[in-house]
């Protein structure tokens, strides 16, 4: 429009870009939440202030609504939608200097149709893109302040198990194209787990040879050294004294068998 946008100038812009994010008045009254007084209130307002937003709400309810969300009292997911569209309000694109942002929001936008084209195995969710792999795994994609700046996550059992991946030349491109490598790396996952060491054992299970686990440990060890020589006094020799203490052991009796692995 030829000029910078700090932000709502009414009320009903207020209203709107609250509801456009989703943290609405109406989108979370039914959110059991505490009170806020007026000087909280007021304290809110002269943050942002100071932080150059050109208009707070005038309306008390709006008002309360405002300060509710930047106190954390809905949270921190909804405090964090709004501290993002108030830095997007107030930070011009060319404070990004580092980026080339055609480049950039054209990357974003294949994002967006490529997983628009994997129909309902992936979603653009709240804070985070999900996948659904050809294995029937559930995938999170989400973002990371540092290096390099995203997380992938495997949905198991009502718990988050991250994956270690790492596209190759992935600091060469822009990011959009990294999301859009792994959202189809992991869409087609038993393909690409042929590949992804780290996504292997998600998709095609540890193999059998590494579940096995042999817990008696004097087992173990007879396998490794043999049944330790005794002297006729029945006392370890003194090798195997400093043997055993080196490992911090003190297993005495190693001649019975196992009974099976």
């Known amino acids: ?29 039914r959110v059991k939440s505490r009170s806020v007084s007026q000087g909280e209130v007021l304290g809110v307002e002269n943050q ?44 011009g694109e060319d404070e990004f200097v580092a980026r080339n942002p055609p480049a950039w929001a054209r990357s974003f936008q294949f994002v967006q149709e490529v997983v628009g084209d994997l129909n309902e195995r992936a979603t653009i969710m709240d804070g985070y893109i999900e996948v ?4 029937g795994n559930v995938y999170r994609i989400k973002p990371k302040r540092h290096t390099p700046n995203y997380a992938v996550f495997r949905e198991l059992d009502e718990k988050l198990e991250f994956i270690c991946i ?25 393909n690409s787990a042929r590949h992804i060491n780290t996504l292997g054992r998600h998709v095609f299970g540890t193999p059998e040879r ?17 049944n330790p020589p005794y002297q006729d006094n029945g006392q370890l020799t003194d090798t195997m ?10 297993l005495m009796d190693w001649t019975q068998e196992e009974e099976g692995v």
């Open 1 to 29: 429009m030829g000029f910078p946008y700090l932000g709502p100038v009414s009320d009903i812009g207020w209203i709107s870009a609250l509801d456009n994010l989703g943290i609405g008045i109406l989108h979370l009254n």
């Open 48 to 91: 942002l202030k100071d932080a150059g937003l050109v208009r707070f709400p005038k309306g008390m309810h709006i008002q309360e609504h405002v300060a509710k969300i930047m106190l954390g009292v809905f949270g921190k997911d909804v405090k964090n939608k709004l501290t993002t569209a108030i830095f997007i309000w107030l930070i």
């Open 132 to 135: 659904i792999g050809a294995s």
């Open 166 to 190: 790492d596209p190759v030349g992935a600091h060469n491109v822009v990011f959009g194209d990294i999301l859009v490598t792994l959202v189809l790396s992991l869409y087609d996952d038993t």
């Open 210 to 226: 590494m579940r096995r686990r042999n817990v008696n440990i004097e087992h173990l060890w007879r396998r490794a050294i043999g």
């Open 241 to 250: 004294q400093r043997f055993i203490r080196r490992f911090q052991t003190n």
